[in-house]
């Protein structure tokens, strides 16, 4: 279905930053695992689940603020799936990358924070699958 792993042009206009903490994305409506966060941009982030995401849809996520972020305990925005990969070690779980389409202002304020917390990715680590260098 998915196939090999090929690296896709780079089309984030912010470099994205690896999570280092463990942070569910539910979606809203149904309280179903959707992914958990592998890393982030200001405007954007990628999820590894074990079930594909439509391509090109809106969710509503739910995701809880982890500990030190001030503001909402709870962030609840919309983002679209914009690319879908199969786990290139591991085909039982699948990679989407998701665009955040509307925020409310706090919560935008919590998100950046949580983007601000991750440590910058390191030159040459800024294509999937960034966890397979070794430092």
């Given at each position: 279905m998915f196939g090999r792993f090929k690296p896709a042009?780079?089309?984030?206009?912010?470099?994205?930053?690896p999570y280092p903490q463990y942070m569910q994305f539910k979606n809203d409506i149904t309280g179903e695992l959707v992914g958990d966060l592998a890393d982030?941009?200001?405007?954007?982030?990628?999820?590894?689940?074990?079930?594909?995401p439509r391509l090109n849809a809106d969710f509503r996520f739910r995701v809880d603020t982890p500990p030190g972020i001030n503001g909402p305990s709870r962030l609840v925005f919309i983002a679209q799936s914009r690319w879908l990969r199969q786990h290139p070690l591991d085909?039982?779980?699948?990679?989407?990358?998701?665009?955040?389409?509307?925020?409310?202002?706090?919560?935008?304020?919590?998100?950046?924070?949580?983007?601000?917390?991750?440590e910058t990715v390191k030159a040459g680590r800024d294509t999937m699958p960034d966890y397979l260098w070794k430092d």
């Open positions: 042009r780079e089309r984030r206009t912010d470099e994205r930053r982030i941009s200001r405007d954007g982030f990628r999820l590894e689940g074990m079930q594909p085909p039982r779980v699948y990679v989407s990358g998701f665009q955040i389409l509307s925020m409310e202002p706090g919560e935008k304020r919590a998100f950046e924070q949580i983007y601000a917390q991750c």
